[in-house]
């Protein structure tokens, strides 16, 4: 590819100047690498802990569950009276370049109680507030999981682009400069060599 670039000055000026963004490039890809790395293993440190809570708090909600069944009989019934939760919340924030998601999923209150208090138990209730934490830490987990996601992917792809200007394009860059700087100075050898014959002709 280098022997077909034209050996000038102009284009030996913008082979340097290409191999110095191409560097910087490769820097840049690198820091990149570094801090999205870093996110995602911090998110996978709160995925772990996450993992841990969640299994105690399905543990917890389904032993609440079964006491509610125990007190009141069948609880289906007040199961349907509640409303599919639509309370989600996303906020985008960007590391890098790379967007991912914030969710976040409203707190309940007693106003979200959808079944009649004089009717049911405490047990209920107690179950009912399990699964919201459950729900909340399930919302958690999945936003975390979609970003390790988001940033495996991002990762990869500027692993390919540093690999790129590492092995490619830089070498390219640097074999073109050589060649360009290399047929410059022996067209000055030549130059000079021709200056001296003229020289001593004039002389002669």
């Known amino acids: 590819m280098a022997n077909r670039v034209a050996p000038t000055k102009n284009n030996l000026m913008a082979a340097k100047k290409s191999l110095s963004l191409a560097k910087m490039g490769y820097d840049l890809m690198g820091r990149k690498k570094n801090i999205l790395v870093r996110e995602i293993m911090s998110l996978l440190d709160k995925a772990d802990s996450i993992q841990s809570e969640i299994e105690v708090a399905y543990a917890d909600a389904y032993d609440k569950l079964k006491k ?10 007040y199961a349907r009276s509640v409303p599919v939760d639509e309370s989600l919340d996303v906020v985008i924030r960007s590391v890098m370049g790379v967007e991912l998601p914030e969710i976040t999923v409203g707190s309940p209150t007693a106003a979200n ?3 009649g208090l004089t009717s049911t138990s405490s047990q209920l209730d107690d179950a009912y507030a399990a699964f919201q934490t459950v729900k909340t830490l399930t919302v958690q987990l999945a936003d975390i999981e979609s970003n390790v996601i ?13 690999n ?5 394009m830089i070498p390219r ?3 073109e400069i050589k060649f360009i700087s290399d047929a410059l100075d022996e067209k000055d050898r030549e130059d ?3 200056l001296k014959v003229i020289k001593r002709t004039a002389e002669k």
């Open 68 to 77: 509610a069944h125990l007190f009141m009989g069948s609880c289906m019934e």
């Open 113 to 115: 109680i959808h079944y």
């Open 150 to 162: 988001r940033l495996a992917d991002a990762i990869s792809k500027t692993q390919k682009r540093t």
């Open 164 to 168: 790129a200007l590492n092995n490619i």
């Open 173 to 175: 860059l640097e074999g």
């Open 192 to 194: 000079f060599s021709r």
